[in-house]
C-alpha cells in the first residue's frame, strides 16, 4: 500500500524560506507524479508543483521563481523548496503521489495523499 508523509511546515517571516519534504513508500509504478497541493483557510486546494519521474516540472503562476520542486524518484523523496515567502503562503500543504506518463496538475490525478503540514507565514 501506498503510504504519503510530509514534513518540514512551521511559522516563518514574510520574505523567509522553508523546505517541504515528502516521502512515498510502496509504490510499484515507475511512471509516476508527485506533487504539492495547498489549501488556504477558507479558500479550494490548489496545486503548486508537480515532478514527474521523467524529472519534468510544472508549478502554479502564483509560485513560479519562488518555489521549487525537486525529488530523488528512486528513493521516492522529494521536496519543495520555498523562497520569498508571503503571507499568502499561508495554508496546509500536501504531497501526493499518481501514476502516470505526463505531467498531472489536478487532484484527481492523484490517489494518494500525506496528512499535511502547515506552513504559516506572518507580516
Known amino acids: 500500500q501506498v503510504q504519503v508523509a510530509e514534513s518540514g511546515g512551521r511559522l516563518v517571516q514574510a520574505g523567509g524560506s522553508l523546505r517541504l519534504s515528502c516521502t512515498v513508500s510502496g509504490r510499484t509504478s515507475r511512471m509516476t507524479n508527485t506533487a504539492w497541493f495547498r489549501r488556504a483557510p477558507g479558500k479550494e486546494r490548489e496545486f503548486v508543483a508537480v515532478v514527474s519521474w521523467s524529472g519534468a516540472t510544472a508549478y502554479a503562476d502564483s509560485v513560479k521563481g519562488r518555489f521549487t520542486i525537486s525529488g530523488d524518484n528512486a528513493k521516492n523523496t522529494f521536496e519543495l523548496q520555498m523562497n520569498s515567502l508571503e503571507p499568502e503562503d499561508t495554508a496546509i500543504y500536501y504531497c501526493?503521489?499518481?501514476?502516470?506518463?505526463?505531467?498531472?496538475?489536478?487532484?484527481?490525478?492523484?490517489?494518494?495523499w500525506g496528512q499535511g503540514t502547515q506552513v504559516t507565514v506572518s507580516s
Open positions: 501526493a503521489a499518481g501514476d502516470g506518463w505526463v505531467v498531472v496538475r489536478g487532484a484527481e490525478g492523484y490517489d494518494y
